[in-house]
């Protein structure tokens, strides 16, 4: 059975982003966004559990929001206005319902990269 999971790590700081907020959205072919989960990362900077699994892992486009500016503030850091990087979305689709796809961040207040995780 899949599953979807996340984590992000402050790569500024060197240590897991706890508390950044995250919200997954499912993106259908046609109309809005729909909102499915939002959540605030754990100590570890990862989700209590998975996103999505059982009947709601299904193929599919999502988008993950992460809340860099607002985190990176939260934690004393100063910004510009307007910041950077603020809500940084990353859209991907999920193609095997077996599988699990784990969506990491690596963020910084002036840059990101991510990759399918195991």
């Given at each position: 059975m899949g599953q979807l999971t996340t984590h992000v790590l402050d790569t500024m700081r060197g240590c897991p982003a706890a508390g950044m907020a995250v919200r997954l959205y499912r993106l259908p072919a046609t109309g809005a966004p729909e909102l499915i989960h939002q959540l605030s990362l754990n100590h570890d900077g990862r989700a209590d559990g998975p996103l999505l699994q059982g009947e709601t892992f299904q193929p599919g486009r999502y988008r993950l929001v992460f809340e860099v500016a607002a985190y990176f503030r939260a934690a004393g850091v100063t910004l510009p206005?307007?910041?950077?990087?603020?809500?940084v979305p990353l859209d991907f689709?999920?193609?095997?319902?077996?599988?699990?796809?784990?969506?990491?961040?690596?963020a910084s207040p002036w840059a990101y990269s991510t990759y399918r995780g195991s």
């Open positions: 206005e307007p910041p950077f990087l603020d809500a689709g999920i193609a095997d319902a077996s599988a699990h796809y784990h969506v990491p961040l690596l």
